[in-house]
């Protein structure tokens, strides 16, 4: 017995020799921290969840502390880790993009099963997380909805004064839902919020909390998705500041808060489906906004821009319909470098595109509800044609995009190759366009088009979505009949 417990603890530290050994051979655990910290802090992304009972919630940074004592105290160490605080409390919803803009083109969309927030989300959890951010500054993100704070408020109001009481810290703030539930906590929040840069509020926005968020010196970003007009016009804050809005308002609100957004670069406009325009008798004066570079507008009618003057507008996004864009292009005497815009009325789209002598990328999305879609892409495309005379437009023109063409038959597909011939044989310092990008493409590599593409972009013509053909056609087949064969013995 003797000499068995004497092997066995000779094993043991036998084992412990070895594993010391390994550990410092290893080139993992010879990598300096500060690398070690950088790579933590890519893993930082949001697709990166796991299910814990019925919630999703991010991996990083808690699993980077479960693979040794030297990563763990490597995560601890860095507060940048543990600087986003996200609290999902909604049953089942389509997140928002976690840069804030719901625009956007990103805009990315995640599933949150159904889930009890009360009784899942751990104070502990939440407790160490602020603790090892320091004293730095942290982004908090707050949905709640689909539920009801009376069954356990206790713990709701423990878990809302945690976060509130950081306010100070708070530079990225993300809030939505069911905000009565939470107006008694925020309420608190009322008094000057010294590194708040961005703020998106999303749901139904009480009046005892408009003050909320008065007095932030450095916010510069806002995204409001509410339905803003006279009579509810949510939080207070000061648009002189902004340089980015992101909105959901009645036209004649949206004036009259841009009236006071002299330094707003940035503006992304939704109306409210109004089924009659407001009455514009209303609105005295147009509505300078001298520093505006970007321009996007999601609504119905184009309307709001007759009261609009932004002389250094640059990229222009639109939808449906477009006829007071002329006007507006030409009382602004602004220079588009760029323009998105659906194939609604193709003279308009002309018109504009003959008014911008410096845009350099256009996109033609397909706009719904456009049954002459093809026809309208024949038309830009022999627009845009050189004939070597005055009358060509857009020069300097160097990125198209648009939807996918539906035949090989198309005259849409003969106009953009004579398009692209007349632009690119030329000598190349002349050659503006440097790309090309066609959505959903279905033109084959056994048609003549695809031909005639492909050797475009065999000459240095970036062409993006052109089909290739395969690679080895018989490998394939024998992997489909392999594949055939294997379904029908199981």
Same mark, same amino acid.
């Not at 655990?29 to 910290?37: A, K, N, S, V």
């Not at 477009?322 to 507006?328: N, Q």
């Given at each position: 017995m003797l000499e068995e417990a004497g092997c066995q603890k000779e094993m043991a530290l036998l084992d412990r020799t070895l594993t010391t050994v390994l550990e410092r051979v290893s080139h993992i655990?010879?990598?300096?921290?500060?690398?070690?910290?950088e790579i933590f802090r890519w893993t930082l992304w949001p697709e990166y969840t796991r299910v814990v009972g019925t919630r999703n919630v991010p991996i990083p940074p808690w699993k980077l502390g479960h693979i040794c004592r030297y990563w763990r105290?490597?995560?601890?160490?860095?507060?940048?880790?543990?600087?986003?605080?996200?609290?999902?409390?909604?049953?089942?919803?389509?997140?928002?993009?976690?840069?804030?803009?719901?625009?956007?083109?990103?805009?990315?969309?995640?599933?949150?099963?159904?889930?009890?927030?009360?009784?899942?989300?751990?104070?502990?959890?939440?407790? &160490?997380?602020?603790?090892?951010?320091?004293?730095?500054?942290?982004?908090?993100?707050?949905?709640?909805?689909? +539920?009801?704070?009376?069954?356990?408020?206790?713990?709701?109001?423990?878990?809302?004064?945690?976060?509130?009481?950081?306010?100070?810290?708070?530079?990225?703030?993300?809030?939505?839902?069911?905000?009565?539930?939470?107006?008694?906590?925020? /309420? !608190?929040?009322?008094?000057?919020?010294?590194?708040?840069?961005?703020?998106?509020?999303?749901?139904?926005?009480?009046?005892?909390? !408009?003050?909320?968020?008065?007095?932030?010196?450095?916010?510069?970003?806002?995204?409001?998705?509410?339905?803003?007009?006279?009579? /509810?016009?949510?939080?207070?804050?000061?648009?002189?500041?902004? &340089?980015?809005?992101?909105?959901?308002?009645?036209?004649?609100?949206?004036?009259?808060?841009?009236?006071?957004?002299?330094?707003?670069?940035?503006?992304? +406009?939704?109306?409210?489906?109004?089924?009659?325009?407001?009455?514009?008798?209303?609105?005295?004066?147009? &509505?300078?906004?001298?520093?505006?570079?970007?321009?996007?507008? !999601?609504?119905?009618?184009?309307?709001?821009?007759?009261?609009?003057?932004?002389?250094?507008?640059?990229?222009?996004?639109?939808?449906?319909?477009?006829?007071?864009?002329?006007?507006?292009?030409?009382?602004?005497?602004?220079?588009?470098h760029s323009l998105r815009i659906g194939c609604v009325k193709l003279a308009t789209i002309i018109t504009i595109l003959q008014m911008s002598p410096d845009l350099i990328q256009l996109e033609l999305p397909y706009a719904e509800g456009c049954d002459e879609y093809d026809e309208h892409l024949t038309g830009v495309f022999s627009a845009l044609t050189f004939n070597d005379t005055s009358t060509d437009i857009c020069l300097k023109l160097g990125s198209l995009r648009f939807d996918f063409l539906a035949d090989s038959d198309v005259p849409g597909c003969d106009a953009l190759c004579r398009m692209l011939r007349s632009r690119w044989r030329v000598p190349p310092h002349l050659r503006s366009l440097k790309s090309i990008e066609i959505v959903d493409c279905e033109l084959y590599y056994t048609e003549p088009h695809w031909e005639q593409l492909h050797a475009f972009r065999r000459d240095g013509l970036d062409i993006i979505g052109l089909r290739e053909p395969p690679s080895d056609t018989s490998d394939d087949e024998d992997d489909l009949e392999e594949g055939y064969h294997v379904g029908e013995q199981a």
């Open positions: 655990f010879r990598i300096p921290r500060e690398i070690l910290t105290a490597t995560a601890q160490a860095d507060p940048r880790l543990w600087s986003d605080v996200i609290i999902d409390c909604r049953q089942s919803c389509n997140r928002q993009p976690r840069n804030g803009h719901w625009d956007l083109e990103a805009g990315r969309h995640y599933f949150t099963p159904p889930c009890n927030p009360v009784s899942e989300y751990p104070l502990e959890a939440l407790a &160490t997380q602020l603790r090892l951010s320091g004293t730095g500054c942290v982004s908090v993100e707050f949905w709640l909805e689909d +539920y009801k704070p009376v069954q356990r408020p206790s713990y709701m109001m423990t878990l809302l004064n945690a976060l509130i009481a950081e306010s100070n810290r708070w530079t990225r703030l993300s809030i939505g839902g069911q905000l009565d539930c939470m107006a008694g906590a925020l /309420s !608190q929040v009322c008094g000057p919020l010294d590194q708040l840069q961005y703020l998106l509020v999303g749901g139904c926005w009480p009046k005892q909390l !408009q003050n909320a968020f008065s007095v932030a010196p450095n916010l510069q970003e806002v995204s409001l998705g509410l339905e803003l007009s006279n009579h /509810s016009p949510g939080p207070l804050i000061c648009w002189s500041q902004l &340089t980015k809005l992101d909105i959901t308002a009645e036209p004649d609100f949206l004036l009259r808060s841009l009236m006071s957004a002299a330094n707003l670069r940035q503006l992304v +406009y939704t109306d409210l489906m109004l089924v009659e325009l407001p009455d514009s008798s209303r609105i005295t004066q147009s &509505t300078e906004l001298p520093e505006l570079r970007r321009l996007s507008l !999601q609504c119905e009618t184009s309307w709001v821009v007759q009261y609009l003057f932004t002389p250094k507008l640059e990229r222009l996004e639109l939808n449906y319909e477009i006829e007071h864009i002329p006007p507006f292009i030409l009382r602004s005497r602004c220079r588009l």
